[in-house]
Nanobody, 124 residues
Framework: QVQLVESGGGLVQAGDSLRLSCVASEYPSRNYHIGWFRQAPGKEREFVAANSRSQFAVYSDSVKGRFTISRDNARNTVYLQMNNLKPEDTAVYYC??????????????????WGQGTQVTVSS
């Protein structure tokens, strides 16, 4: 089982930036996909972004143009650069890993390994 550890969350003001990191214990296959999801209190888990080993990336409409996902394969690390943060971005952010995106990049059903989450709070 791949272990994923997120870091980089915190409390910021609207308009600020944060960079989240997700370190994997290993990439079990050449095409190991990493996704970022978030869950706000009282809301369902929501897809944020995902990318492949080749840096192909997919974003939700709510973050497109503000967030950038990237990875350093040598360090087994995926980053989520979040710019122009808004109060509605407040949530626990989770990274997740998958060897397949058969259900679509944004479907949590694809992802078999999950991190413990990191809190992002954006004040207005």
């Amino acid at each position: 089982q791949v272990q994923l550890v997120e870091s980089g969350g915190g409390l910021v003001q609207a308009g600020d930036s944060l960079r989240l990191s997700c370190v994997a214990s290993e990439y079990p296959s050449r095409n190991y996909h990493i996704g970022w999801f978030r869950q706000a209190p009282g809301k369902e888990r929501e897809f944020v972004a995902a990318n492949s080993r080749s840096q192909f990336a997919v974003y939700s409409d709510s973050v497109k143009g503000r967030f950038t996902i990237s990875r350093d394969n040598a360090r087994n690390t995926v980053y989520l650069q979040m710019n122009n943060l808004k109060p509605e971005d407040t949530a626990v952010y989770y990274c997740a890993g998958s060897t397949s995106v058969a259900y679509g990049w944004g479907s949590a059903s694809n992802y078999t390994s999950w991190g413990q989450g990191t809190q992002v709070t954006v004040s207005s």
